[in-house]
């Protein structure tokens, strides 16, 4: 007779397999999506020199779940002019491509929903699907801010896409795989990726906060410029399930990404003698990642749409660009050892980031002689 | 003053009354809420989960204000909703300067949950209206009122808001926005400090967990 992980029949592992990822799932969306609100009010409120939540439940641990309640147990408004169905299938079409995403996260050696050969590309589909869900709600909205929110959303996501699946497409170049155990098991050992190709990774997770609205890249649900964007007619739980929900599960998914292809996934000390350790692993990395975003967030203020969608076709994309050309380049070369293509990323984030002032420069000096010119008719006729 | 007449007693009583700190006098009645806040409430449209009286903390372990373990859903809900009443932001004039500084790191209203300033009306609860509202601002301002998803609180901050304060008999001023918005809490001065703003938070928490 067969045996499969845990010294378990492989016929029965099949289906517990399943229901331990699916439970694992919801419980991370559901509970994550609480437990990340919690943490982004508290710890924004730390970096602010606030106190946060402290006063509902022990250290304000209710607060979220209080937040919860209320929302479910308020009104729903759906107002008259709202394109009916698409307004009530909004929420769903954002949710669902992010829970799905789920099914081919590693969370240990042997607890994943599938083993997909092509996860990476799966992946990449769910999170572009989310612009469908998120210009039906603009449209659907028939509000003009809606509709900006959700256009903004569309052409800021397509073009953040680009320079993610490049920068993905160089660890695949190197691991040689799309799945995402036999990535994370290629990275057994100290050797993670992030030291072999940190380039791609700091491309990937500056164009997943893009991708994820997190800030400094928030514009479609800008404030101050559009009231909430996309989400400005929603209420009740509709709006807590499109934000809450679908935007935290889409950090996690995000982060969980990163800490597979970059981080060694599940591999930690001691994971090869107790498997369900990886768990642990897993999911401390993905929260070290989510709290960095919240950092972020709490660090830089937001860009202007122009200087976002220029910083990504005349920055990221061409950055992917080379970097797919070095890396492949080199892998082509030197098939056996990988020490070159690390030299070579290294050398290109150092550049990358030393790169960045000068052009800042540069284009400074462009937009001051741009104001000159088209003030001279006006110098000349005071003097 | 008529000093001249009054005993050294009394003139030392009085001079006493009228140096000592604001919060050394002697206290006024404390607030009653069924009589004082939920009595007087004005008719409003609000769908709450019940009236004051059915919702009204049964006395006995089962369902009191704190348990939250063993209880009704209305009280459950109630503490929910009184725990997360994220405002819409709606400064008009020089009181949304300190309805600002109330939730920032000094006075920080995200200890009580209140930090979540919406600017959509859809998704925020109370409104606090927190300056002087024009009769052009009127309009908006019940309209907003009734975008707004029940259930809804209305705080007026400020003697503008309140009554029309130092703008009283203007031509061009609302005298009080409860002259067309249901007002829940009014939070006087002018403009009212933070703390007299968390306050009125405060006192609309203790409202709303009544049930109203
Ligand atoms: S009450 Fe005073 S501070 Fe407040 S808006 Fe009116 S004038 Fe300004």
């Known amino acids: 007779m067969p045996v499969g992980p845990f010294g378990i029949d492989p016929l029965i592992w099949a289906p517990l397999r399943l229901i331990i990822a699916v439970g694992l799932a919801l419980f991370l969306v559901l509970n994550g999506a609480l437990l990340q609100i919690y943490l982004e009010r508290k710890i924004q409120a730390i970096i602010q020199d606030r106190l946060g939540p402290y006063h509902v439940g022990p250290f304000g641990l209710l607060q979220t779940f209080a937040d919860a309640l209320k929302l479910i147990s308020k009104e729903d408004v759906r107002a008259a002019a709202t394109d009916g169905w698409f307004f009530v299938a909004a929420p769903a079409l954002v949710f669902c491509p992010m829970l799905a995403s789920w099914v081919v996260l590693p969370f240990a050696q042997d607890i994943v929903g599938t083993n997909l050969n092509i996860g990476l590309l799966y992946l990449t589909t769910l999170g572009s699907m989310t612009v469908l869900g998120i210009v039906i709600a603009g449209w659907a909205s028939n509000n003009k801010y809606a509709l900006m929110g959700g256009l903004r959303s569309a052409g800021q996501l397509i073009s953040y896409e680009i320079p993610q699946i490049l920068a993905l497409v160089s660890v695949v170049l190197v691991v040689g795989s799309l799945s995402m155990i036999d990535i994370t098991r290629s990275q057994a050992g100290p050797l993670v990726n992030v030291l072999i190709l940190p380039f791609p990774f700091l491309i990937y997770f500056i164009a997943a906060l893009a991708e994820t609205n997190r800030t400094p890249f928030d514009l479609p649900e800008a404030e101050s410029e559009l009231v909430a964007g996309w989400l400005t007619e929603y209420s009740g739980m509709r709006w807590g399930t499109m934000l809450a929900l679908s935007e935290y599960g889409n950090v996690t998914v995000v982060c969980a990404i990163v800490t597979t292809l970059w981080f060694g996934g599940w591999q930690g000390p001691g994971v090869d003698a107790i498997p369900l350790l990886g768990v642990l692993w897993f999911t401390l990395k993905v929260y070290a990642f989510i709290l960095i975003m919240m950092w972020i967030r709490a660090t830089l203020p937001r860009l202007r749409i122009d200087q976002l969608m220029s910083f990504c076709w005349k920055g990221l994309i061409p950055a992917a660009l080379v970097n797919i050309l070095v890396v492949a380049t080199l892998a082509l070369a030197f098939p056996t050892t990988k020490i070159p293509i690390a030299i070579a990323s290294w050398v290109l984030v150092v550049l990358f980031v030393a790169g960045i002032p000068f052009v800042q420069r540069r284009r400074l000096r462009v937009l001051r002689a741009r104001a000159r010119a088209s003030a001279a008719p006006a110098v000349r006729a005071v003097s | ?212």
């Open chain 2, 1 to 212: 003053m008529g000093d001249s007449d009054a005993t050294p007693a009394q003139a030392k009583k009085l001079n006493r009354l009228n140096t000592m700190a604001i919060d050394e006098k002697p206290r006024a009645r404390p607030i009653d809420f069924e009589e004082d806040v939920i009595q007087r409430r004005p008719v409003t449209t609000q769908a709450g989960m019940g009236t004051a009286d059915v919702t009204a903390p049964t006395p006995g372990v089962l369902a009191n204000d704190d348990n939250i373990v063993f209880t009704t859903v209305n009280n459950l809900v109630n503490w929910a909703r009184s725990r997360s009443p994220w405002p819409l932001g709606y400064g008009l004039a020089c009181c949304a300067i300190e309805m600002m500084a109330a939730s920032m790191s000094h006075h920080d209203t995200a200890r009580f949950g209140m930090e979540v300033f919406r600017s959509s009306p859809r998704q925020a609860d109370v409104m606090i209206v927190a300056g002087t509202v024009t009769h052009k601002m009127a309009p908006r301002l019940r309209r907003l009122y009734e975008q707004m998803p029940e259930p809804k609180w209305v705080i007026a901050m400020g003697n503008c808001a309140s009554s029309g304060g130092e703008f009283w008999d203007s031509y061009s001023t609302l005298q009080g926005v409860d002259t067309i918005v249901p007002v829940d809490v009014y939070v006087p001065g002018c403009p009212p400090r933070p703390e007299a703003l968390i306050e009125g938070l405060l006192r609309l928490r203790e409202k709303i967990m009544k049930g109203g």
